[in-house]
């Protein structure tokens, strides 16, 4: 890398954002901070912006606007608030490349804006894709964007696919963890409580995130996304658990080859591929030793119990506005549970009656799916209602 890289960081404050400055940091040589972005966590946003002094600050609940604007005006940082201060900062001239650290839904605006901007996407934010893939590949293709995915599953079919791109892919395979609750049976899953539900045995990860691994709407979500990175079909993908966390996923090739990417279970390496891509740099994170995993262990999903990996293959296979349906009614359920107010096994079934109940478009434009996201998020909290 010939000179510094400007990075936005949307989603600084999150379990993502602050991995991506662990690597930013260790790599001060090549990049800068342009930008960071949080929703609510104004105290830690306020310590990252005077660590590394970005030009501009975003903290979306304008409510601590005044607190973050105190604290740095004396550092001479941009701070701004709001939802379209948010979708606006991304088209700033000296920013070289977005990273989408936000959560959920959140994510889909800015990265719009960012790629009309025409900056290049490190894309953290799988539901951005799941929500309106199609709009958002065809964006990036016209306005010559390219998008370099963070998740560990795509970023290991990224780079297996570096010096393959004019071979045809036959088949993607996922790997999931199988979470906190694989193996386990629907009696069980009954009364599963969330601090259960919250303990992953492999990755440190944010509540939604870690709920939706636990629920397998986190692989769905991510063959939802798998499918507009790469361009194929619902049916060339396939899932397989491995409960291990080291093969992070794998190509076929036409040839019946497989290549796969192994590694410790660890984000800031999709991360800092994202931001260094093509070239990868040194790091000191912790190597992988074979010896300490003389077994590596696959087995099939189980889609009877854990329904949400099913209802993301129906949405996928229907189209339209399907996806953003599922995403939207997930991202109530998921919030409900963290609240108490529904069960684990009762999320399947509001995602599912939500997903019949919103009307289908086939062909949605932008407004399309904001519509719908409004709709279908307004019928998922009737049915918790219901349920109550």
Known sequence: ????????????TGSIGTQALEVIKSHAEHFEVEVLTAQNNVDLLI???LEFQPNAVVIANETHYRQLKEALEPHY?????????LAQVVEMETIDVVLTALVGYSGLLPTISAINAGKQIALANKETLVVAGELITRLAREKGVNIYPVDS?????FQCLVGEFHNPIEKLILTASGGPFRGKDRLFLENVTKEQALKHPNWDMGAKITIDSASLMNKGLEVIEAKWLFGV??????VVVHPQSIVHSLVQFEDGSIKAQLGLPDMRI???????YPDRMVSDFPRFDFMQYPSLDFEKPDMETFKNLQLAFDALERGGNAACVLNAANEVVVAAFLRDQVRFLEMSDIIAETMSKVDFVSS???????????MARIKAKELIKINE
């Open 47 to 49: 310590q990252q912006a």
């Open 1 to 12: 890398m010939s000179s510094k890289k400007r990075v936005a960081l949307l989603g600084s």
């Open 77 to 85: 940082v941009k701070v701004y608030a709001g939802e379209k201060a």
């Open 270 to 276: 999709p991360i800092q591929f994202a931001l260094t």
């Open 233 to 238: 079909r619902p049916e060339q993908i396939e």
């Open 153 to 157: 599953e795509h970023s290991a079919i």
């Open 364 to 374: 949605p434009r932008l407004e399309d799916f904001v519509t719908t996201d409004k």
